[in-house]
């Protein structure tokens, strides 16, 4: 299983951007997929999370409203959309996938997923 995360960059407070994951997982459609981040000297940290539908999302209380967090099972893709972006959300992202289904009722812990990623540097710059 490989997890391909793009889309990270340089931007101003304020400004957008849209990470991508793409999965080789045969049945991607089963996974539940998430994304956390980790700042220098910071514990890795969750972002947001998605079931395997698509239906159910969760999102940690300082991204509500901002990100949003998608997939699209006909092309293997988990996307994690980022507007309002302000320095404290500068870190590498992640991408990970589980296999155990996801109520989408609260965080997932770094520990409960069975596949990562390589990370996707975002920088805010005030």
């Known amino acids: 299983v490989q997890l391909q995360a793009s889309g990270g960059g340089s931007v101003q407070t304020g400004g957008s951007l849209r990470l991508s994951c793409a999965a080789s997982?045969?049945?991607?459609?089963?996974?539940?997929m998430a994304w956390f981040r980790q700042d220098a000297g910071k514990e890795r940290e969750f972002v947001a999370g998605i079931n395997a539908s698509g239906v159910r999302k969760y999102y940690r209380d300082s991204v509500q409203g901002r990100f949003t967090i998608s997939r699209d099972n006909s092309e293997n893709t988990v996307y994690l959309q980022m507007t309002r972006l302000n320095p404290d959300d500068t870190a590498v992202y992640y991408c990970a996938a589980r296999r155990q289904p996801y109520s989408g009722k609260h965080h997932l812990g770094a520990d409960g997923m069975d596949y990562w990623g390589n990370g996707t540097l975002v920088t805010v710059s005030s």
């Open positions: 997982i045969r049945t991607f459609g089963t996974y539940t």
